[in-house]
């Protein structure tokens, strides 16, 4: 079946642009994270949605970043005012019922601020 | 496509030979355990997980060991194939209220020699 899938899968945006990358979970998967992973680095964790609730947003490293889930199906991290040090690949993953630690990620945006 | 784990350790194994990659983790209260495999441009790929009360689980061509003692997790590769060679990261989830959360490891690089 069809895995999560991401888009735009690179994105180059100029300093203090706001960028909007959406993310397509699994069919049937109630839950939802974003995590950012720098070159080099493992995945850092942002912000989980369970259904369209967003139970935790700890990870997210500033006010520029907001992520929703409206519907409890897609969901979109926003960045605003996209500053260099958010360059970075931002990935999705969910994961089925009662399972949030299987969690299937989807390919990233390569995001670049220039 | 982009590289993943630029200055990431390495191990290089011969094609047929066994791997070992090995993790040391720091939460002594994650309810599980993950391995995922990272190729260059793609997201992450779930291999296996390992519930925290257990300390070996088998998959296909793969084992993990777990020893809570010294907070040690490792992943077998049976047979090693060239299809094997990506960066692979070892990940805990948290406890309880906070068990979505994915904490990753550094990451290791395995290349498959022919």
């Known amino acids: 079946g069809a895995g999560v899938s991401q888009s735009p899968r690179y994105k180059v945006a100029k300093r203090g642009q706001d960028v909007a990358l959406r993310c397509d979970p699994i069919?049937?998967?109630?839950?939802l994270f974003w995590y950012q992973q720098a070159l080099g680095q493992g995945p850092e964790f942002l912000t989980y949605f369970q259904n369209e609730a967003q139970l935790d947003k700890s990870g997210l490293p500033s006010d520029r970043f907001f992520a929703e889930r409206p519907e409890g199906s897609v969901s979109t991290l926003k960045i605003q005012r996209t500053q260099q040090e958010d360059s970075a690949v931002y990935l999705c993953a969910s994961s089925p019922p009662y399972k949030d630690y299987e969690q299937y990620f989807g390919p990233g945006t390569r995001l670049t601020v220039t | 496509g982009e590289s993943v784990g630029l200055h990431l350790p390495t191990l290089s194994v011969q094609e047929g030979d066994n791997s070992i990659i090995n993790c040391a983790y720091s939460?002594?209260?994650?309810?599980?355990f993950i391995w995922y495999k990272q190729e260059s441009g793609k997201g992450p790929q779930f291999i296996i997980d390992?519930?925290?009360?257990?300390d070996k689980r088998q998959g296909q061509r793969v084992t993990v060991l777990l020893n809570k003692t010294v907070k040690h997790l490792s992943l077998q590769i049976a047979a090693t194939q060239p299809g094997d060679s990506a960066v692979y990261f070892c990940?805990?989830?948290?406890?309880?209220?906070?068990?979505?959360?994915?904490?990753f490891g550094t990451g290791t690089r395995l290349q498959v020699t022919l």
């Open positions: 390992i519930r925290s009360n257990m």
């Open positions: 990940a805990e989830t948290g406890h309880t209220g906070t068990a979505s959360k994915l904490t």
């Open positions: 939460n002594s209260a994650s309810d599980y």
């Open positions: 069919s049937g998967h109630v839950s």
